[in-house]
């Protein structure tokens, strides 16, 4: 459990304000750890909803790119040697009240994200199947509770073999190219098999991606594009480019276009470019997506078992306690990252906005707008005695998740939130 003084914290300091980050995500952790270059002697506490820290690094970039998600070793040396504390399974609005939070620090930064898909905003049949591609992602990296449908048996339902990807950023890149990808070619990832196996028993025969834009101004990067072109077992296709179409995007979908037919064993990955979705019905036991040519209003139809959204992000559900509402504000509350830019920026750029926020703190702080005269950690600790888990208890479960890891993944994450705590506080 997360400690009130402990040798590895820096107790609050005469002169030092103390600062709660809400949020161990990109952004949290980039705020924090300018905060701890700026002011040594801080004593800075990362609250996190999850025993696991480091938000959409973990459960949203995905699991078979590793390179990205290394990024954590750097905010590992902030809690194991950077004096800063993190409290880990302590939702802020739900385990501790947000005003409780504002009058015991003197700095608070918001960075908490954005956790709902943004929903198509087209009339929809209740049967329909749509999924969003934050849940989607998440189950297949290992999230505790991503929401998707389940059966009798408590599987989830398989996606099917055709589906549909509505969107063309990257995130629809990492949905194409994970479900697309040959089990064996996860050698080194830590995708959750199990979920895999149950959304996916076997690749999709056909892959549809409604974008509504040309592909000129497809905003996936090439180099996305370039590796699901790269994968064995895809045919790519593309429909409504236009030889007008220009860019990155245009010019490997033209050199790597294959002629449009079904090949057993292989994925289709159908383009369509220029199509603005209007409804999601259903017929058949199919979900069916109806989308207008944007040049000229022509309807057109696609049936298939299941409609991926990957259109944005927003706010958790409304009633969600631990989403910031207009009320967690003052004038030494902060917001950060994804929650005050909105969904759109990579990890670099949550670092270079967390070092544009940290400067203007430093000058509220300068200017004599924020003080240094709340008690900081003791002024909640008596409510997270029994809940807190500190980054030590954090280890523990890393350690079991790279322990029960299969010899070609890097790790196998713990699902079970229960068996997450009874790990971090060394119970059976
Ligand atoms: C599917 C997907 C794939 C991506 N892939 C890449 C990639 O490959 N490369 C790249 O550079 N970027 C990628 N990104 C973008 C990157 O993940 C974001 O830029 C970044 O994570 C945003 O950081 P954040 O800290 O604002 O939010 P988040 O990462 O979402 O972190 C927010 C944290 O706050 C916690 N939290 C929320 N509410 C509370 C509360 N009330 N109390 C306590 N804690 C709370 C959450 O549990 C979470 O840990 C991807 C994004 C997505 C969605």
């Not at 079991?400 to 971090?424: G, W």
Request: overall charge neutral; glycine content about 12%; some cysteine.
């Amino acid at each position: 459990m997360v400690g009130t003084h402990t040798s590895q914290h820096v107790p609050p300091s005469a002169g030092s304000p103390t600062i709660a980050v809400v949020g161990s995500g990109p952004s949290g952790c980039y705020v924090a750890q300018f905060l701890s270059k700026t002011w040594p002697d801080s004593e800075i506490t990362v609250f996190e909803s999850l025993p696991a820290p480091y938000g959409l690094i973990r459960y949203g970039v995905a699991a078979d790119h590793q390179g990205t998600k290394g990024v954590v070793r750097q905010f590992d040396r902030l809690f194991t040697r950077g004096g800063i504390r993190f409290a880990g399974n302590v939702t802020v609005g739900r385990d501790i009240d947000f005003s409780r939070l504002a009058t015991s620090f003197d700095i608070v930064v918001l960075a908490t994200g954005l956790s709902g898909d943004r929903e198509l905003d087209v009339p929809r049949d209740p049967g329909a199947r749509v999924v969003g591609a934050g849940a989607l992602l998440r189950a297949l990296n290992g999230f505790p509770h991503h929401g998707l449908s389940r059966d009798g048996t408590g599987r989830c339902t398989p996606l099917g073999s055709r589906v549909l990807v509505v969107g063309m950023g990257n995130v629809a890149l990492d949905v194409l190219r994970l479900l697309s990808k040959d089990t064996a070619a996860f050698t080194g990832s830590d995708i959750d098999d199990e979920m895999l196996t149950q959304l996916r028993p076997e690749r999709p025969a056909t892959l549809d991606v409604i974008a509504r834009s040309g592909a000129s101004q497809a905003k996936c990067d090439a180099a996305m594009l370039r590796e699901l072109i790269a994968l064995n077992g895809v045919n790519i296709v593309a429909s409504g480019l236009d030889e007008k179409d220009s860019g990155p995007v245009a010019d490997l979908l033209r050199s790597s276009a294959a002629p449009a037919r079904d090949e057993p064993g292989r994925t289709r990955v159908t383009f369509h470019f220029g199509l603005q979705p209007r409804s999601v019905t259903t017929r058949d036991g199919r979900t069916v997506l109806t989308a207008c040519r944007r040049d000229d209003g022509t309807p057109v139809e696609f049936a298939a078992d299941a409609v991926v959204t990957a259109i944005g992000f927003t706010q958790g559900a409304a009633h969600d306690d631990g989403c910031p509402g207009p009320d967690w504000a003052g004038d030494h509350v902060y917001r950060a990252g994804w929650l005050s830019r909105g969904a759109q920026g990579t990890i670099a750029e949550n670092r270079k906005h967390a070092q544009s926020l940290v400067r203007s703190i430093v000058d509220d702080f300068e200017a004599g707008r924020i003080t240094a005269s709340r008690p900081g950690f003791a002024g909640v600790a008596d409510l997270l005695a029994h809940r807190a888990i500190g980054f030590g208890d954090w280890q523990r479960i890393e350690a079991a998740e790279h322990r029960s890891a299969r010899p070609d993944r890097c790790r196998r994450k713990i699902t079970d939130l229960d068996q997450m705590l009874a790990i971090a506080t060394g119970a059976r």
